[in-house]
Structures are given as C-alpha cells and as structure tokens.
C-alpha cells in the first residue's frame, strides 16, 4: 500500500504564541510528551502546574499531586488554571469513566482550553480514549486532539520494544510489513505548545506523523546501523501477541493492542501528514536522527572524523 496522505485538517500556520496571563496544567508532566510540554512551556516563559501522582518536583514548574482515580486531587491541580494539557491514564481500557468527572470540573474551575493526547489509530468516539475526544467540544469552546502516530522513543526509551532491544536485540510484533509514519516525541511536545499558547486554538483533531512511513524491518535496520549491534524483527501472529501482552496487561487491553497491530498490517498506518510542519514551521524528525541523537551515546561512542 502507497503511503498516502492523512484527511486534510483545518488549515492552520504557525501564530507564535500569545502572552498566556494564566497557569496551564500538564498532566503526566514526568511522561513522555509532558515532561518535554512542560519543558518548552517553560522555556518560553509560561507558568506551569507539573502534575502526577508523586508531584515530583521539576524546574521551574509547580508541582502538583494529581491521580486519575482519585477525585480529591483534582481541586488544588486545577486551581487557577486556564488550560490543561491532558495525558489519560496509562493501559485503561475505558479512560472516559475516570476523565469525564475531572474535564467536567476543570470546565467549572475556570479551564478555557484543553488539549487532549490520544492516538492516530483511534478516532471520534472510537474505543478507549475515543470516547474523551468526542466529548471534549462539548466542554471546552478551545480544544484540540492531538493523534500522534507510534512514539520513535518506543524503541529508544521506557518501552517493552526498547527493552528487547537492549536485552535480546529483538522488536516482536504482530504489525507484519506494515508501515507506520512513526513521530518524535519532541515533535508531539512542539505542536503540544503551539495547541495549548496561540491565540487560536486549533479546535479540531490533529494527526501527527514523522516525514516517512517505516516498517518495523526498517526500523530494525536503522538501530542495527546507529548503535552497531544487531537487532531484528520477530513476525508474531495477532494471537501471539494478544497473548504475550495479556501476561502483563489486562486481557481487554492486550486484545485492543494486539488488534492495532494487526491494523497496522493491513495498512491502516500507512500515511504521513504534514501538521508538525503547518503548526511549528519546521519539518519533523526522522527516525534516523532521534536514532542517533538517543542511542549512539549508551552504545557507541561517535566514529573518529
């Protein structure tokens, strides 16, 4: 299948940002899109409540306790906050049922723009986070969803992929040939600013990708080449993988997981989009350079000119 285009969005061109007055809320601020949000939001000079369930202390941020699943730490996170960057809870299969109670009280506190991070492979009102994004014009008059395709730092961080990797020098998934237009989180946290500080809030969904579609063969390939030592992709069917992650994740989930990548397979991920370059003026990553800017230093020290 040819690499294709993603739907249009609505045309939109990098603004600049506006003089944000309030205080902007990162949820998940230690993750791995909200610890690099929080970052650039403080770089340029916006206030920032850093919140997570041990409110760890980041620089130059406020640190706040805040946990899905516990409703009396919603008030002092969203005490004189105007905007809110939202990461929902990691590996619930139904996020709407712990989210809707906290975006429906953020509304009444005063929260005039949200930005929601869900995911390319699932759209309005589809499962899982689906259902938050569907929601959310509702509540808020400024919004925007963020649907990044597959993290690059999947294979280079805190990843059952980049555990393999390093352990085993294997990728294993049920993704076959499929290509994925695969994005830095670096990216995501940039266009992340952009939705949260111009002055016009994208309202709609964005579809984040890096410039080219790769396979997990490729991907393979390129660490392989980056850090030298020799690392391959393992086929698994669609119930080999439902079931090695159900060993770890809940049933249901494993089974959303594993069917995302029998999506991607069939080439449901196949696309590139050009919304990293519209909303930040600047093209994206590639694979190859996060590669060697995340990998080459824990394997190789840099070749001698």
């Known amino acids: 299948?040819?690499?294709?285009?993603?739907?249009?969005?609505?045309?939109?061109?990098?603004?600049?940002?506006?003089?944000?007055?309030?205080?902007?809320?990162?949820?998940?601020?230690?993750?791995?899109?909200?610890?690099?949000?929080?970052a650039r939001l403080i770089a340029a000079g916006h206030r920032v409540r850093a919140a997570g369930r041990r409110a760890t202390p980041l620089p130059g941020a406020e640190p706040v306790r805040f946990d899905w699943y516990d409703p009396t730490t919603f008030g002092d996170a969203l005490d004189g906050v105007d905007r809110a960057y939202l990461v929902p809870p990691i590996g619930d299969p139904d996020p709407a049922a712990a989210m809707m109670p906290f975006l429906r009280q953020a509304r009444a506190a005063g929260v005039r723009r949200a930005v929601l991070l869900s995911s390319s492979a699932i759209s309005e009102g589809g499962p899982a986070v689906g259902a938050v994004h569907q929601a959310l014009p509702g509540l808020f008059d400024q919004w925007a969803v963020l649907r990044p395709s597959w993290f690059m730092q999947n294979f280079t961080g805190a990843h059952a992929h980049a555990d393999s990797i390093r352990t085993d020098g294997v990728i294993r998934?049920?993704?076959?040939?499929?290509?994925?237009?695969?994005?830095?989180?670096?990216?995501?946290?940039?266009?992340?600013?952009?939705?949260?500080t111009n002055d016009r809030a994208p309202n709609t969904d964005l579809v984040l990708t890096g410039p080219e579609a790769l396979s997990h063969d490729d991907i393979a390939t390129i660490v392989t080449r980056v850090t030298g030592r020799p690392v391959v992709h393992h086929h698994l069917t669609y119930e080999d993988m439902r079931d090695r992650l159900a060993a770890v994740i809940p049933p249901e989930f494993a089974a959303l997981l594993a069917g995302m990548d029998r999506a991607i397979a069939e080439g449901a991920e196949d696309r590139t989009t050009d919304t990293v370059q519209r909303l930040t003026g600047r093209p994206p990553n590639p694979f190859r350079a996060v590669a060697e800017r995340e990998l080459r230093p824990a394997h190789r020290a840099p070749q001698a000119p």
Do not use: N, W
């Open 173 to 196: 998934t049920a993704a076959g040939t499929g290509r994925i237009g695969f994005v830095d989180a670096d990216d995501i946290a940039a266009v992340a600013v952009q939705a949260l």
């Open 1 to 38: 299948m040819p690499t294709t285009s993603a739907p249009a969005e609505r045309p939109m061109t990098p603004t600049g940002t506006t003089s944000v007055t309030g205080t902007t809320l990162v949820i998940g601020a230690t993750g791995t899109t909200g610890g690099r949000t929080t």
